[in-house]
């Protein structure tokens, strides 16, 4: 988490300045190219034959929202495929693009390694974020969780949902 630059400035250094002008920051290039060219973003709509799970957190109205859909195969219960909207800044987009790049590499995460993503393993992945953007990793994290017990409840496996709905 210490590969981002933080500065308390006046003026414009760095990649994002407050609307005060009070702090500024600057992005890792890997938060950069998954805000610019995200990965698994969502174009469209999708049949629902073509997800297992979906996950949503957050509220439009006081900020970030996230909503997601996996496919999980039923086979070995890992996630092959990871779509993604989400309505938020750079970081909540790079936090999302790069939680979706994660769960499906390397054939997929299965649904025990996906649980056990935390939001620092996001951070890590982007290369950093400023500490007033941390949030944006617990989001992704969350979304993901929430897919997670979508899948168990779907597949009537009510027992390993760990979320209260």
């Known amino acids: 988490m210490t590969d981002y630059k933080a500065k308390e400035v006046k003026g414009t250094k760095g990649d994002i300045v407050s609307a005060d002008k009070s702090h500024s920051w600057f992005y890792s290039d890997i938060v950069k190219e998954h805000f610019f060219k995200p990965q698994n973003f969502l174009e469209g709509e999708l049949k629902e034959s073509e997800y297992n799970a979906v996950g949503r957190v ?91 017990d979508d899948y168990y409840r779907r597949t009537e496996q009510s027992d390993k949902i760990r979320s209260i709905k």
């Open 58 to 148: 957050g509220s439009p109205a006081c900020g970030d929202e996230l909503k997601i859909w996996l496919w999980i195969d039923p086979k070995d219960e890992k996630i092959k495929r990871f779509w993604w909207k989400t309505f938020g800044c750079a970081s909540a987009i790079a936090a999302t693009s790069i939680t979706s790049v994660i769960a499906t590499e390397n054939n997929g995460l299965t649904i025990d390694e996906a649980r056990n993503l935390k939001p620092q393993d996001i951070v890590k992945r982007l290369g950093g974020l400023p500490p007033r953007k941390i949030h944006c990793s617990v989001l992704a994290d969350q979304a993901l969780r929430d897919a997670i």
